[in-house]
Every structure is written in structure tokens, then in C-alpha cells.
């Protein structure tokens, strides 16, 4: 019997600490609208329209004193076309595929004569030369090259120093600029041609220059027109009968430690090639005297 009573026992203890806690949770009272915050029903004064905001001034989108870029490919005449915005990108119309690959550097370029038109590429470089001009050539036999530093030498904003190789300098074109040079006397237009060799008389085989301090040229491609590859007509294209090439390379540099370093190196060849020259200038001289004695 004691066992029977005490599960009833221990029920009503149960229900009696429920009934405690349901007094201690006492039911939130519901927010009515009269204990809610009082709303004004005064009328608000109207807001000023707030004024209108100046549109900003539009923004020069390029330097006015900066020459503007050109698609044309030689410019010698016009004087507002210049090296001073140069971009290897501008050179990709020139080559086979028409645009570099993604990879491509961003400071030099190589180029291969009868794929790409390095005839075109050397206008387009050249003939925008407005500062100066630093020239080793080994091989000079191209007539439009040739008219574009024609012109140069004679812009006494420019200057130009020609260095050509002794065993070539009998060739028609380099002739031609020896001519203008003796002519015009071109020095006095801040520029000079030098015919020799290298330091030790070998060949000057150099074939490179550095233009306006910005831009560099340096391969295996003499300026001819086997050299450069031959346009058919006034169209290039490797594929039209006739058509001829060399095996050859030029790149186009903007790095400026080469461009530097290229920069001293064909001043130097210039020096020695003109020291040559002025040191048979003197021998004839010493020549002629000694024969005028004996006479």
C-alpha cells in the first residue's frame, strides 16, 4: 500500500511547482494604441528644393602638347607626328599576323624580313624622328630611307650622326649622302656622316640605330631591297609572284638600359670611323706636300 501511494504523491508535486511557475511567466500586456506614442498631425513646412549640382568640367582626354599618334607610315612631312607617344603596338599592323600575342614584350620586338614588312616598319620609326638620330649601317641601298634622312639632316632641330662602312661607302645611296653632306654642308645642320671600319679595320657591320632616345632598331637587315624584302608593286605581300627576301631580322627595342647603352656604343663607332677618315685626310695631305717638295 505504501508503494501504491507514493507515485500519486510525488504527481501532485509535480502539479503544484507547474502552477508555480505558470504565476512567475505572467503573459506580456498587448501593446494598445493608446499607449503608443502620440502622432502629430501638424502639418510639416515644405523643404527647399536643394539647387542644382554643376555638372564637373569634362576632362581633356590627351595632352595638347603631346604630337598625336598617326596610322601613317611615313611622316617625314608632317612635323606634328613624333616618337614622343611610341608604342611597340603600333607596329603590329606591319607584321603577318596583324597583333601581337598576349605574351608579346613590352619592350622589344623581333621581326623577320619576308613575313613581316620591315620596309615599313623602318618608315614608320624613321620618319618620325624629331630629336635625334644615331645611325650604324652596313648596308645603305634604299632610296626611300635614304630621302627620309635626306630630310632629317636637314632640320636644324635634329641631330643626326651617320656611320657607314668603308668597304660599302662607293654604293649609289651611300654616295648620295655623302654628296648632300659635302653639298649642304651638313654639319652645320648638326649633322655628320663618318665612312670606316671597326677599332681593329675589320668590316663595320653594325646595322642599327637609336631614334630620338626612345626608340632602337637593331638585326641582321641591311637596307636594300633584297634586304628589307621586296614589295610587287606598292603592296607588300610574300605570296605575290616575283616576290623576293633575305633571311633576315629586325627587332625594335624601348628598353631604356639597351637603348642607353646602344646610344654610346654607335657615338663611339662614329668617333673611331671619323678619326680614321680625319687620319687619311692627313696622310694625303702629307703626301701632297712632300710631292709639291720634290718638284
Known sequence: MARAAAPKKKAAKKKASKKKASKKKAPAKKRTPAMSAPVST??????????PVAAPAAVATSDSTTPPKSTVTNVIDDPSISLQRFDLQDL??????KVYATTASKDFHLFYVGRDDVHAILKHVLSR???SLYLNMFGFDDDELNE???KIAVDKTITM?????????????EKALLDA??????????THVAIGQSLTHQISHTKGFVADGKVAGEGSTNWSVSGEGQAVGSTFDVKAAGFKAQNNTQSIITDPDTISRFTAELIAEHMVAQDQASNVRTAKAVRAVKAAARK
Open 92 to 97: 603590329q599592323p606591319y607584321t603577318q599576323e
Open 42 to 51: 501638424a502639418v510639416s513646412a515644405p523643404q527647399a528644393t536643394p539647387a
Open 181 to 190: 653632306d659635302r653639298r649642304e654642308d651638313l654639319a652645320l645642320f648638326n
Open 148 to 150: 627620309i634622312l635626306k
Open 161 to 173: 650622326l651617320v656611320t657607314l662602312d668603308k668597304s660599302q661607302a662607293g654604293g649609289k645611296h
Open 129 to 131: 624622328v624629331s630629336v
